[in-house]
């Protein structure tokens, strides 16, 4: 645990990061309207919105989880990236100019529009579900960890109780109010202009880190670029093993599907793009974070190369867990070092408010324009904002009261399913020209990640072969098939 006057810098670090945004907050949120808080009266620069849109996709759980998948699977992550880019272009240029043909709020108006209001209630369900569930375990493990490297008040994810349990309550509630506090008028455009202060504040934070480690290894820049390009850990191809999980067109592939779907399908990560003033703005948003955040990652795979070679140096045995590889770190040089904690918090802090703040306002746009399909009434959205974040709260105790680490595996699991029929939907709306039968729509798209689990386990049994990314790609097939299963009549 840090002394006391440690603790009370770092609460000093955040109080003054909050300062920042609301003062954003308070800027932006003038005379806003439910236009403001949905689209941000279609007047965000799309180059705010790029750099912006790198931090929102990097939670506080990609902070720390990409660094620790050197130790397991190389750079090979890089594949997957390389993919995104040729998602992110399918989305630029056939997504886009349809969401604003259609001048879109949310993006799953278009599917009761091309379907049927069935599809469109099922295709926003599937998205609140998924992105309340995925926000609350992002948002539960890194309160978790800045309790861990700041506090030192828990054992482990499933080992913290008794006073810890308040204290982490308390942590939760706090964070959570100081998220609803800087988004509840503005919204989506107070969001446009804090992502950027919290992408400045993250990726400087990674590189401070960075230099850290550097300089803790003796090394300068370049001879630590030389150093990771000779380790073995900095793999990017797989080409000659197709069954492995790594090989490069099942990781190629599936990255394309999963930029696809879990930002050109998710309304979290398309509302700050639709707030855009023209289409080839928000084009030239999409194109240039498509491409940036391949350099984003390759500093994160960078910095899990560095600490394996610093724990290799210290005679230190790696942790079980790839997680851990840089909260172990900090852990070790905070009491020589205490800046090295003050530094990660923020990158951590910058993550989880960057990731947690746009999915809160998401999940109150969804809500509010196709569940209670009342966009107008600004009463009802303030009601919903609050009501969310209480919700988001409940989540996330919830999961600290299950306390298991496979139970938060699972949770991901099913938000990974989640996003399938989505897929399935889309593509029916987009690739064919015929109506299915509504009142099926949402018994297939639950249909559909059942068949890809029980698939999962029978040819795991039989052959030994797990579905990786790729079980996206299928989920969303049988999906589609479902669908034109149940077709009608030709439009």
Excluded at 187 to 210: N, P
Excluded at 222 to 233: G, P
Aim: proline content about 2%; glycine content about 8%; hydrophobic content about 50%.
């Amino acid at each position: 645990m840090l002394p006391l006057h440690s603790i009370m810098v770092m609460i000093a670090v955040v109080l003054c990061y909050f300062a920042l945004l609301f003062a954003i907050s308070r800027w932006t949120g003038r005379r806003a309207t439910n236009h403001t808080f949905y689209r941000g009266n279609k007047q965000s620069p799309w180059y705010l919105v790029a750099i912006g849109m790198v931090g929102a996709s990097i939670s506080g759980i990609t902070f720390v989880s990409v660094p620790g998948m050197v130790n397991s699977i190389g750079m090979t992550y890089l594949q997957t990236c390389l993919g995104f880019i040729v998602g992110y272009v399918v989305i630029a240029f056939v997504l886009l100019p349809l969401y604003y043909r259609l001048n879109l709020t949310t993006i799953y108006s278009y599917l009761g529009q091309r379907i049927g209001q069935r599809a469109y209630k099922t295709g926003a369900s599937f998205f609140l579900l998924s992105k309340m569930t995925g926000a609350a375990v992002r948002f539960y493990v890194v309160c978790w960890i800045l309790m861990e490297v700041g506090l030192g008040g828990t054992d482990g994810i499933a080992g913290s109780k008794g006073s810890d349990c308040w204290l982490f309550a308390i942590v939760v509630v706090m964070m959570t109010a100081l998220i609803w506090l800087y988004t509840r008028q503005g919204g989506i455009k107070t969001l446009v202009w804090t992502d950027v202060l919290q992408t400045i504040c993250l990726f400087s934070a990674l590189l401070l880190i960075i230099y850290k480690v550097v300089d803790d290894l003796g090394l300068t820049m370049s001879s630590a670029v030389t150093a990771i390009n000779s380790s073995e850990l900095s793999r990017v191809f797989v080409l000659d093993d197709w069954v492995s999980k790594q090989y490069f067109w099942k990781q190629f592939l599936s990255g394309a599907f999963i930029a696809i779907v879990m930002t050109g399908l998710d309304q979290d990560m398309m509302q700050k793009n639709l707030t855009c003033r023209s289409l080839r703005d928000a084009q030239k948003d999409m194109c240039t974070y498509g491409v940036a955040f391949v350099p984003a990652n390759l500093l994160f795979l960078s910095l899990g190369v560095l600490l394996v070679m610093w724990f290799q140096q210290q005679g230190l045995s790696l942790p079980a867990k790839g997680d851990e590889l840089l909260p172990v770190y900090v852990s070790h040089t905070s009491s020589i070092f205490p800046l090295t904690s003050y530094i990660f918090m923020l990158g951590m802090v910058a993550a989880a408010f960057s990731s947690a703040d746009s999915a809160l306002t998401a999940l109150t746009t969804s809500f509010c324009v196709d569940i209670c399909g009342r966009a107008d009434d600004e009463r009802l959205r303030r009601r919903v904002h609050i009501g969310m974040a209480a919700v988001f709260v409940v989540f996330i105790m919830l999961f600290r009261v299950l306390n298991s680490t496979s139970v938060i595996d699972a949770i991901y699991i099913l938000c990974s399913y989640t996003y399938g029929p989505l897929l399935g939907l889309f593509a029916f709306g987009l690739l064919t020209k015929r109506q299915t039968n509504d009142h099926v729509v949402p018994y297939i798209c639950v249909a559909s990640p059942i068949a890809c689990y029980l698939l999962d386990m029978v040819v795991g049994q039989l052959t030994g072969y797990r579905f990786g990314y790729e079980l996206l790609m299928l989920n969303g097939l049988l999906t589609f098939c479902g669908l034109c299963l149940f077709r009608r009549q030709s439009l």
